[in-house]
């Protein structure tokens, strides 16, 4: 899998239903605005539209630089098959710990 290694500091809406090709790509930062090593952990994330709740598959994050906190993972159709606004969160967990990221808003519209 080819890594990214020129991403933007975030990058991950709008996306467009069936963009499977979009990518979710977050900045990792703790509470001190510092960046969280990534080196070793494991990424799961959830979103919710206030009625739904979905799981994304965790194998599909791929850490692209992890002492600079910088993780990509693609959408799954499952992932983007719903219009709406939705709230995701991200729990980094390295050596058994979670860390819980701030909610980002996913925004999902129907294609034209």
């Known amino acids: 899998m080819t890594l990214i290694t ?7 809406s709008p996306v467009y239903v069936g ?13 001190g ?5 990534l080196t070793g952990a494991t990424l799961s994330t959830r979103m919710t539209n206030g009625t739904t709740v979905k799981t994304w598959n965790p194998t599909k994050w791929v850490i692209d630089d992890a002492p600079g906190g910088r993780a990509h993972y693609n ?18 967990t390295i050596g058994g710990k979670p860390i819980h990221t701030d909610a980002r808003e996913l925004i999902i519209l129907t294609p034209v």
């Open 33 to 37: 605005n510092n960046t969280i090593n």
């Open 6 to 12: 020129n991403l933007p500091v975030e990058d991950f």
């Open 75 to 92: 959408y799954q159709a499952g992932d983007v098959d719903t219009a709406d606004r939705w709230r995701v969160q991200t729990t980094v």
């Open 19 to 31: 963009d499977t090709a979009a990518i979710f790509a977050p900045l990792f930062l703790d509470g």
